[in-house]
């Protein structure tokens, strides 16, 4: 009976796993603003101290 449990526990990880993967593939073909990374220049100065 618990042997059973973890087999169908362990397909559905696997089956999520296989969805995650799919969807990060097929996901920006649909999606693609959403899976955009967002682009924003960041400046700070920075002081060096030399001997």
């Known amino acids: 009976m618990i042997w059973r449990l973890i087999k169908i526990l362990v397909v559905l990880l696997v089956l999520g796993a296989i969805g995650l993967v799919a969807y990060a593939y097929v996901g920006p ?11 924003e220049v960041i400046s700070e100065p920075v002081t060096l101290e030399g001997n």
Do not use: I, N, Y
């Open 29 to 39: 073909l649909f999606f693609s603003g959403d899976f955009a990374a967002p682009t």
